[in-house]
């Protein structure tokens, strides 16, 4: 059966290829899950028959944001710790909840996990976002979430084994049972568009053993890496003095590190762990709001960039945001690294959009699929309304995306070749039902998080 085609004509063009580059009264065309031309508008008109039209007149068209770093679940936990270091956030705010989804889970009740995955992409699909990477407790209903809303997600499956109180993480065995059902079902289904992703936590709360079982695992399945990295001097510390060596050495004297792997924060890095980033080709996620709010520091990235290593840009869980707008974490980025290093030459407004664009997706091996606009990739796409004050008048689309724009101001989000939002709509779910329903499941859990902190094995400790 043939597919429609879909001319999204009459737009400003920010295709993040710089051998395209931007085309003013620019029109993308898409037939099927793919972007089938991209160009001037009046050459597509003439050139293709289309089915359906979309007019992008006073609108910018980009490639669909890239999220590189998100806790789906914690999107039920907003609001809730505002003035908490990572260790103290853990135990007040993390820890109650993930007792509880924990037990549950044991039970065969899987529905905090999944709400949690549900609220979290229906905002990003609002905001902009259309591909994340996640790092969430083992869970088989996150990908029916992510199926069920039309996004592109990678689901990576955290695993720990140590420092987490026992009470806040479900058994290893049943971690790794878990991982291995859900791979098995889920990993490349939708043509792709749901992948998973093998998730061991940090190099404290993970034994040698699980790291390599995890390099294992990701071997046998043909999967990517996902890990925190020195967010904080606390991990630093707790490292060397357990490893003799600060973390990115160890991961690298136990042959972890690789180009499949992607490292969240790498805020406490030293120059000769940056140099071993580097050689091992390993990609960083980049998450400035959340290591603001909790005080953990300023990433090196700028010079990380110097290096040549691959950043990318994220958001983090909502419970150390609050929000998973990615033009929040846009601006924040290139306002921060000016601001850290006091030159205001140091990141551009062109290289901050790439690392939540094109550069995001070769974060996670995805850049001949997804992260710029042109011909045979995904057709994942975002329209931007600039016919707004705060976005008026514009000298420079690049400039005042990464400046002026936020997640409110996206009209239209297209995965694989499908509208799933529009008209301030998202298509195909009930998202007034979504939300009635997540808000019964986590006052619940969250009561029995509050009756259950007294109790708690890690506040006594």
């Known amino acids: 059966m043939k597919s429609d085609i879909i001319l999204i004509k009459n737009g400003i063009v920010v295709t993040m290829n710089p051998s395209i580059g931007i085309i003013k009264n620019g029109a993308v065309a898409i037939e099927g899950d793919k972007i089938l031309d991209v160009g001037n508008s009046e050459r597509l008109k003439k050139e293709y028959k289309t089915d359906i039209v979309v007019d992008a007149s006073g609108m910018a068209v980009l490639p669909g944001l890239i999220n590189t770093h998100v806790h789906l679940y914690q999107n ?4 809730l710790n505002d003035d908490s270091a990572l260790v103290e956030w853990l135990k007040r705010t993390l820890y109650p909840l993930r007792h509880v989804e924990s037990k549950k889970v044991m039970s065969g009740d899987f529905r905090v996990g999944y709400y949690g995955a549900l609220m979290a992409c229906l905002e990003m699909i609002r905001s902009g ?26 689901y990576g499956i955290t695993l720990r084994d140590r420092w987490t109180p026992k009470d806040a993480m479900l058994p290893i065995e049943k971690q790794l049972e878990i991982a291995t059902e859900t791979i098995r079902k889920w990993h490349g289904s939708e043509g792709g568009r749901i992948k998973c992703m093998i ?23 043909g999967l990517r890496l996902s890990i925190h990295i020195s967010e904080t001097p606390y991990e630093v510390k707790l490292v060397k003095k357990e490893k003799g060596r600060r973390p990115v050495e160890f991961l690298d004297k136990i042959n972890f590190l690789s180009p499949k792997v992607l490292a969240a924060h790498c805020i406490w890095v030293s120059e000769k762990e940056i140099k071993i980033l580097k050689e091992r080709e390993v990609k960083v996620s980049h998450n400035p709001e959340s290591n603001m709010k909790l005080g953990s520091g300023v990433a090196p990235i700028p010079r990380m960039l110097k290096e040549g290593i691959t950043v990318s840009l994220a958001t983090d869980g909502a419970a150390s945001n609050d929000n998973l707008d990615m033009f929040e974490a846009i601006r924040t980025s290139a306002l921060l690294h000016k601001l850290a290093s006091q030159d205001p030459s140091v ?35 975002i329209l931007i309304n600039l016919k707004k004050p705060h976005l008026q008048p514009i000298h420079d689309v690049v400039k005042t995306l990464v400046y ?14 499908k509208i799933i939002f529009k008209n301030g709509r998202i298509l195909g779910v009930n998202e007034g039902r979504i939300i009635r329903e997540a808000e019964e499941v986590v006052r619940a859990a969250l009561m029995e998080a509050e009756e259950y902190l007294p109790k708690a094995s890690w506040l006594r400790s």
């Open 129 to 154: 976002t259309t591909c994340f990477v996640s790092m969430d407790e083992p869970n088989p209903w996150i990908c029916g979430a992510i199926e069920e809303t039309g996004i592109r997600g990678f």
């Open 347 to 381: 990141i551009s407004a062109e290289k901050v959009m790439q690392m939540a664009t094109i550069d995001a997706a070769r974060a996670i091996g995805e850049e001949n699929r997804i992260g710029s606009i042109e011909a045979g990739k995904k057709a994942d796409l």
């Open 199 to 221: 998730a061991p936590t940090t190099p404290f709360a993970c034994s040698e053993e699980l790291l390599l079982e995890s390099e294992k695992m990701s071997d046998k399945f």
């Open 76 to 79: 039920l936990l907003k609001g």
């Open 404 to 417: 002026c724009a936020n997640g409110s101001d996206v009209e239209m989000t297209i995965v694989d070749g």
